[in-house]
């Protein structure tokens, strides 16, 4: 069965940082474009950044220069790096990921949600 499994959230005063990571398991033949997006109470889902496989990368306006996205391809993870925290960063961060897997078609996963929160 394959799951994608965050890890790396928490409380984070405003300025600190925080990374995330998100694992893919299970049986795994191939993974397109991998990603971030987060939830906010009473908002709706939005996406913070996405990396393809060949490595580009989309930011959400709100975070440029903030967060950086990154992969391990080999090892079907994810990572996001956030830097000067804001409070409107809280939210729950879930990671999505288009994998390939023994149904041989690429399908959407996502992950449970990790919770950051940056106290005002």
């Known amino acids: 069965q394959v799951q994608l499994v965050e890890s790396g959230g928490g409380l984070a005063q405003p300025g600190e940082s925080l990374r995330l990571s998100c694992a893919a398991s299970?049986?795994?033949?191939?993974?397109?474009?991998m990603g971030w997006y987060r939830q906010a109470p009473g908002k709706q889902r939005e996406l913070v950044a996405t990396?393809?496989?060949?490595?580009?990368?989309n930011y959400a306006d709100s975070v440029k220069g903030r967060f950086t996205i990154s992969r391990e391809s080999a090892k079907n993870t994810v990572y996001l790096q956030m830097t000067r925290l804001k409070p409107e960063d809280t939210a729950v961060y879930y990671c999505?990921?288009?994998?390939?897997?023994?149904?041989?078609?690429?399908?959407?996963?996502w992950g449970p949600g990790t919770q950051v929160t940056v106290p005002s």
């Open positions: 999505h990921a288009i994998l390939i897997t023994t149904s041989l078609k690429a399908d959407d996963y």
């Open positions: 299970g049986t795994i033949l191939g993974a397109g474009a």
């Open positions: 990396i393809t496989n060949d490595r580009n990368t």
